[in-house]
């Protein structure tokens, strides 16, 4: 497959005279270093040069084989060896030029990523009833980059409408900063339960209706943010269990702020769970851990 090919997908025009190193998924399990031409960016656009991405379980399983999400027309599947792509969707990165009609935006600026192209993003003049209802994330256009076929950050370079860089004004790390993709899942998931209407709530005013005993099953970097969210931006004061068969894992779950790091394989988890909260349980249960 010729070079070009790669990015026709995205209706970005690319130069032939620059070209830049990407990792390219070319069939399951079969990554390559390729030189592939750097996207040339539209008015609305900035290129971005990417200093970290995050490896999401999304990519471990298309890499895997396990799904596409790249479909054509009729949401079949486009398999690697006709479109194949290039991955990472959690991007930090430097902004190296900015469109003619970019304003809020400049070379230099530190950002984050949306990867999400919705009909916002798109300019579309008119948008579908879910954009046009603040729902944007469920687009009836909606379309990632790094996910769905579109080129992700597993590349030197990058190039996103402007309004998907979002200006980074902290001094942090970039790794940290390409964190920003996962902890907004976290935080849309929990802001959603909070909407719901249930016995009990993280921050019920109520103390017989406020959550006293949360857990957490799985502490991969879902379930650590999700307990670094409850302690140290809800304020959650009540018991907190984290369950993971990894010792490392556990031991960051700690210093977290778990109350109880449990082995699944070496404890019954139920048990353990039961004897810190008098037999009655938890009051509210995050499954974290990828696993059916």
């Known amino acids: 497959m010729s070079a070009a090919s790669l990015t026709d997908q995205n209706d970005l025009q690319l130069p032939s005279s620059k070209t830049m190193k990407a990792s390219v998924l070319c069939d399951v399990n079969r990554l390559e270093v390729r030189d592939i031409p750097r996207p040339v960016i539209s008015p609305y656009e900035v290129l971005i040069r990417v200093t970290a991405v995050g490896l999401c379980g999304t990519d471990v399983h298309i890499i895997a084989g396990h799904a596409n999400y790249n479909t054509n027309e009729y949401g079949q599947a486009i398999p690697l060896s006709l479109q194949p792509q290039i991955l990472g969707h959690e991007i930090s990165g430097v902004v190296e030029q900015i469109g003619s009609a ?28 879910y954009c046009r209802t603040e729902n944007s994330h ?77 857990l957490i099953c799985g502490a991969g970097p879902a379930g650590l943010l999700f307990t670094q969210y409850l302690r140290n931006v809800l304020s959650y004061e009540g018991l907190l269990f984290v369950s993971d068969p990894n010792e490392r894992k556990r031991q960051l779950a700690k210093r977290f702020g778990a109350d109880e790091a449990i082995d699944p394989i070496a404890s019954d988890l139920v048990e353990v769970v039961h004897e810190h909260t008098g037999g009655k349980g938890v009051e509210y249960l995050i499954e974290a851990s990828g696993s059916g």
Not at 106 to 121: I, Y
């Open 102 to 129: 970019v304003t809020d935006l400049r070379e230099g600026d530190r950002v984050v990523v949306d990867q999400g192209l919705n009909c916002v993003s798109r300019r579309r003049e008119v948008l579908c009833d």
């Open 138 to 214: 469920q687009c009836e256009f909606y379309r990632e980059h790094g996910i769905t076929g579109l080129p992700g950050g597993l590349a030197e370079f990058i190039a996103v409408p402007a309004v998907n860089a979002v200006k980074i004004t902290a001094q942090l790390d970039p790794s940290v900063a390409a964190l920003v993709e996962p902890l907004g899942c976290i935080i849309h998931s929990s802001d959603t339960v909070a909407k719901a209407r249930t016995r009990h709530a993280v921050r019920a005013e109520s103390g017989e209706q406020r959550v006293r005993s949360v």
